[in-house]
């Protein structure tokens, strides 16, 4: 259809130009050339960088579905122990290590490292937590400098827990990440 309009042009142009050419099939091939590189030009030229970066950021897998906070927060508290409080509005992790030094933390075997996940609907909450023999899982920090540096007020860490909630529900999160999370 397109190789036809650009004949239609390429004779009127012709008609106009008093040339006594005809579309010819080399004349053709040329046209196909043409409109050839008239494309991929153009997607080329419409292409644009879609990256977002996400920095800071807490994100994870919730049941095989991402799962992504839109606010965070880090604190270290008065006995050096660390929560990362992440939201999305009606869903919230929490992650407590009770240290905030690098290093991983077993979950469900004690309450000093702790994960939970709440979510609050139409004035309902359903809590999910780990703790001494309930649930599973860890809480790694980071000890790259770039990654973690509490001078510079930013923590950096990965997570997984397997929560559960009082009528013996579950909730899996997998591959988690808090990405240069703010100190607060």
Request: glycine share 8%.
């Amino acid at each position: 259809m397109i190789y036809f309009f650009l004949i239609r042009i390429y004779s009127i142009k012709n008609y106009f130009c008093r040339c006594k050419i005809g579309v010819t099939p080399s004349n053709y091939i040329i046209m196909k050339k043409f409109l050839s590189l008239l494309v991929l030009l153009t997607v080329f030229t419409s292409c644009e960088d879609d990256v977002k970066f996400n920095t800071p950021a807490v994100q994870g897998l919730k049941d095989n579905e991402l799962w992504k906070a839109s606010k965070f927060t880090a604190t270290v508290g008065t006995d050096n122990s660390l929560t990362v409080t992440a939201t999305n509005g009606f869903e919230t992790v929490v992650l407590k290590t009770a240290s905030y030094s690098a290093g991983s933390y077993p979950l469900g075997v004690n309450e000093a490292n702790k994960a939970s996940y709440t979510l609050a609907a139409d004035g309902i909450e359903d809590n999910y937590q780990t703790g001494t023999g309930v649930g599973s899982g860890e809480i790694v920090i980071s000890d790259k400098i770039t990654e973690t540096d509490l001078t510079k007020g930013f923590i950096t860490g990965t997570f997984r827990f397997s929560g559960l909630n009082d009528a013996g529900d579950a909730v899996y999160f997998q591959e988690g990440y808090f990405y240069k999370v703010p100190i607060k």
